[in-house]
């Protein structure tokens, strides 16, 4: 028992921190800190920047609420930063709950709520174009919290994370959140260079306890073979021993069809609430029986589980409400109505009715006509049943009621796709991945640990349950180590994505010069990274060094250089690659013309595949890069015939007359057909002669010249004649790879070495070939007016569309043929269109889309010469919907024809918006363009659209 001294002198300390402003706050929020965030606010206290990672649902964005309680005390500004809209609204009516409407602001690309307020929430892009611009609003900042700066991985959107940490004021504390990666030391340590003091606090700990599952048919089994959480796992792995937790036995067996017991229920349950706020009990589950959905002995393994019955699975062991992570936006949508034709219901009726109100008043503005394309019906269905979808797709006020039903509690499940991980505060008692597989736009390849613990970390609400359960859905194929090893591991590195871009460069170059702007890009993160991994690359360099040391003198020849003589041997192998690489390249080449030119009627003589001997040409080649024009063979089929038939070019052997409106679909005309096509070939007319190409056998006789040469060379050479030639060549063979290798390494050094710098120097070359910059008498680097037009131009086609407006190609359009024109250079659809469409909803469009498509052939041609990266082509996906949308159409048909779905056609429209607001800007002189950017605007911003602005 402590002393009476003891016991005043705590009470002191006690009374002095309550005087603190940690302390204030601390007692404002009602509840006791944990170390981790009592650490980081002192930090903040102090005037020292932090970096904060930990689990989710850790509480780690009290931490950047105390940094606002602070700017708010001392009369100055804090900003708080997030990756995406949604975030931002929710952060939003977060903090004007606690401190009202008049000290709280919104910005994001398309909402302006007071702007200048002393507390403003805002996505990370709107600050750093804030920061470019100079705004007025960065007045009196004192603290800017980045929410999930882990974001600044991401490939698309993750360079502007870096573009405000670097560019925002020294005496401005920056307070970054981040879910837990491992190489936080290093980010904190680029954190601590580029910003100043900034402290690294780390937590692995998660509040709640997280649970490991396998769902192997009905059945509900522990991952591990102990009852291991997460973070024992994680723990365990990373000890000295470096042993990983020992699987579940069973699991081991399924793949091998082993015998099969009975298991734990869902481990460490013992005081968790179910539905009725009474957990399970922890207890044996007795061994199933051989049925058509259980197992035992040697039986099959049950077939994957149907949604509906997964849901009762998790609902019988009250482990609701979930999410359920499916990477696709169909099997999303396809799930819920599996459920509804289920009978599925998670609600009672006071529930339901509770749901249908809430809906009516937050949709009530929807234009009725577009109910049905919404798929409003169903989804309302869904919802009085406890169970919903959300993804990109759905429209943002859809998406938002699901956010707000799960949070009251009113949904049960929620089948989504991975965008619901990126801090949306949609907390469940469990998450259920179907699979661990995604596709990542090209392949479908394995989720990482980092993306396995960003999904399940939503398990388990503070304050509600006492622990949480991630669940794995069994499926053929599947390792129980592999979902170990998953749940397990801590190696989830944070990497930068970061590269200039033409507006950033522009930006730069305006505000610093170009010696500058050098500086400040080479002290990004992903040049940290880059000089930081070249020092592995520089040890490996010197120990091939050694190595081809060693290759020389074992190469050594008593007659002459033997360095000499492996040269004009490998020279020789080089040149009779290059050779027979050129023939084949000639081959294709020609084949590919030859096709490209044969015309309905034309009979050829096919030299292999499976299509070999005589064919008759029915239709054109419709595609210039990959011709395959129908044919008819011999025998009366019809196919295609393809480059990989040929060996060469293709010439016609004879002729015979196709009908305009011939039909393959009856084999009389077919066989018909076939006959006159023998009676053709039997004429014995001669084959027309192969076109020579005196251009390729001028290079290639010039090619065997040198070769005649070398060989005498390498006949004649002293090292030829020696009796261990070839013991020597074998060595002199290793030193040429090792020394190919060893050079590779050398320019991976020097590439890494100030590569954002000279990625900027290339930059500022073409937008100097373009007048975009040029150089003053004093050989400073300027922007010119052109190039003072690409500071207010952001986006993927930044430098594409500055040019277009330098062409004028909006001159003379209408305000619904602006803004289809402006939605190629915004959309990005998921198939790639050709350029051009077959009809254009008015001729103008046409000359607009055709000077667009010409700007950026150019473009890319100038990129490819620079080393650039290349600006991505137009996408014509949207130019007729947006048209029609903008001449008043309902949303149903201006999605018409389309793979558009609602809530995608309303995202893109609003990127059109905020292009159009853009160029409205970048034209602040022509006032007649101004005026038609805002009609355009005017036109689109309407119904649906204007009611999720």
Not at 60 to 72: R, S
Not at 606 to 630: F, H, M, Q, W
Not at 727 to 750: C, M, P, V, Y
Request: proline share 4%; with cysteine; net charge positive.
């Amino acid at each position: 028992m402590s002393s009476y001294a003891e016991r005043y002198q705590q009470a002191k300390q006690r009374a002095a921190y309550a005087k603190t402003q940690l302390g204030v706050f601390e007692n404002r929020v009602g509840f006791d800190l944990d170390d981790f965030q009592r650490q980081a606010c002192e930090s903040v206290e102090a005037g020292r920047g932090v970096l904060v990672a930990a689990p989710t649902g850790a509480g780690k964005t009290i931490v950047g609420e105390f940094a606002i309680f602070l700017a708010l005390s001392q009369g100055k500004k804090a900003f708080y930063t997030t990756p995406i809209k949604a975030l931002s609204n929710q952060k939003y009516n977060d903090l004007v709950k606690e401190y009202g409407e008049d000290s709280v602001g919104l910005l994001t690309g398309d909402t302006s709520i007071n702007s200048e307020a002393p507390v403003v929430v805002m996505t990370t892009e709107v600050l750093r174009n804030m920061l470019y611009a100079e705004s007025s609003t960065l007045t009196n900042l004192a603290y800017v919290v980045m929410d999930e700066v882990h974001y600044l991985a991401d490939r698309f959107r993750g360079a502007v994370w870096e573009e405000v940490i670097i560019h925002l004021p020294e005496h401005i504390s920056v307070i970054s959140l981040s879910a837990t990666i491992s190489n936080a030391e290093e980010f904190g340590a680029w954190l601590d260079t580029v910003r100043g003091s900034t402290d690294i606090i780390v937590s692995e700990h998660r509040p709640v306890p997280l649970w490991q599952h396998v769902l192997v048919g009905k059945r509900l089994m522990n991952l591990f073979a102990e009852e291991t959480t997460v973070s024992q796992a994680a723990d365990a792995l990373s000890s000295a021993d470096n042993e990983a937790p020992a699987v579940n036995p069973e699991l081991l067996k399924m793949r091998t069809g082993g015998s099969r017991g009975g298991g734990r229920r869902p481990g460490g349950r013992r005081n968790n609430r179910g539905r009725n706020g009474r957990g399970p009990r922890d207890r044996r589950t007795p061994a199933l029986k051989t049925t058509a959905s259980g197992f035992s002995g040697s039986a099959q393994l049950p077939a994957r589980i149907s949604r509906p019955a997964m849901i009762e699975t998790l609902d019988k062991n009250g482990l609701l409400p979930a999410i359920c992570f499916i990477f696709s936006r169909a099997g999303c949508d396809g799930a819920v109505s599996q459920c509804i034709d289920a009978d599925i219901r998670l609600t009672t009726d006071a529930q339901a009715q509770t749901i249908r109100a809430y809906i009516a008043e937050a949709t009530a503005s929807l234009d009725v006509r577009d109910l049905n394309v919404l798929g409003f019906y169903e989804w309302r269905e869904g919802l009085t049943r406890g169970i919903a979808a959300h993804h990109a797709g759905l429209l943002p006020i859809f998406k938002e009621i699901v956010e707000t039903l799960f949070s009251e509690g009113l949904i049960k499940v929620v089948f989504a796709t991975e965008t619901l991980a990126l801090g949306i505060n949609m907390p469940a008692r469990s998450v259920v991945l179907e699979k661990l597989t995604k596709f990542n736009g090209e392949n479908h390849v394995d989720i990482t640990p980092g993306e396995y613990t960003q999904l399940t970390g939503r398990a388990g609400r503070r304050g509600i349950d006492i622990e949480g359960h991630a669940v794995v859905t069994w499926r053929n194929g599947m390792q129980a180590e592999q979902v170990a090893g998953l749940a397990s591991r801590r190696t989830y590195p944070l990497n930068s994505s970061f590269r200039p871009t033409y507006n950033m460069s522009a930006n730069l170059i305006a505000q610093f010069g170009a010696e500058r702007t050098r500086k400040i890009l080479e002290s990004s993160f992903a040049q940290f990274q880059a000089d930081k991994s070249v020092v592995g690359v520089a040890q490996r360099v010197r120990k091939n060094e050694r190595a081809l040391e060693g290759y020389a003198d074992a190469m050594q020849c008593h007659l002459g250089d033997f360095t000499e003589y492996a040269r004009i041997r490998r020279e020789i192998k080089d040149l009779e690659k290059q050779v027979q690489k050129s023939r084949r390249k000639l081959s294709l080449s020609q084949a590919v013309a030859s096709l490209q030119q044969l015309v309905p009627g034309d009979v050829v003589d096919i030299p292999k595949g499976k299509n070999r001997g005589y064919a008759v040409v029915l239709t054109r080649a419709e595609s210039n890069d990959d011709p395959r024009p129908s044919i008819l063979t011999i025998d009366a089929h019809v196919r295609r015939l393809e480059t990989r038939d040929l060996v060469g070019p293709i010439v016609p052997v004879s002729k015979i007359k196709v009908p305009k409106k011939y039909s393959v679909k009856t084999p009389k005309e077919r066989r018909d057909m076939a006959s006159r096509m023998r009676e053709a070939i039997y004429q014995g007319r001669p084959p027309r002669e192969r076109a020579q190409n005196t251009w390729f056998d001028h290079k290639e006789s010039a090619i065997e010249t040198k070769l005649d040469e070398l060989r005498h060379a390498m006949r004649t050479h002293p090292c030829h004649g020696c009796s261990e030639r070839e013991e020597h060549a074998r060595w002199s063979e290793r030193w040429w790879k090792l020394e190919r290798e060893t050079d590779g390494l050398r320019r991976q050094i020097s590439r890494r070495t100030n590569t954002i710098s000279q990625v900027f120097d290339r930059i500022t070359e073409l937008l100097r070939s373009y007048d975009y910059v040029s150089t003053t008498a004093e050989g400073k680097l300027v922007l010119t007016s052109r190039g003072q037009s690409l500071r207010r131009v952001y986006g993927e086609k930044d430098l594409l569309t500055s040019l277009c407006l330098e062409e004028r190609f909006l001159d003379g359009l209408d305000s619904a043929s602006m803004a289809s024109v402006v939605s190629a250079l915004v959309y990005q659809g998921k198939r790639d269109e050709n350029g051009f469409l077959s009809k254009y909803p008015r001729p103008e469009i046409g000359k607009s889309v055709t000077t667009m498509i010409t700007l950026w052939s150019q473009l890319t041609d100038a990129e490819e010469q620079m080393k650039l990266p290349q600006t991505a082509t137009p996408d014509l996906g949207m130019v007729w919907p947006i048209y029609k949308w903008a001449r008043g159409d309902s949303l149903a048909k201006s999605i018409e024809g389309t793979d558009l779905a609602a809530g995608d056609f309303v995202r893109w429209v609003k990127q059109v918006i905020d292009v159009l607001d853009q160029i409205s800007h970048v034209a602040h002189n022509d006032a007649q363009m101004r005026t038609a950017c805002e009609a355009a605007i005017g036109k689109i911003r309407r119904g649906v659209v204007a009611d999720q602005m």
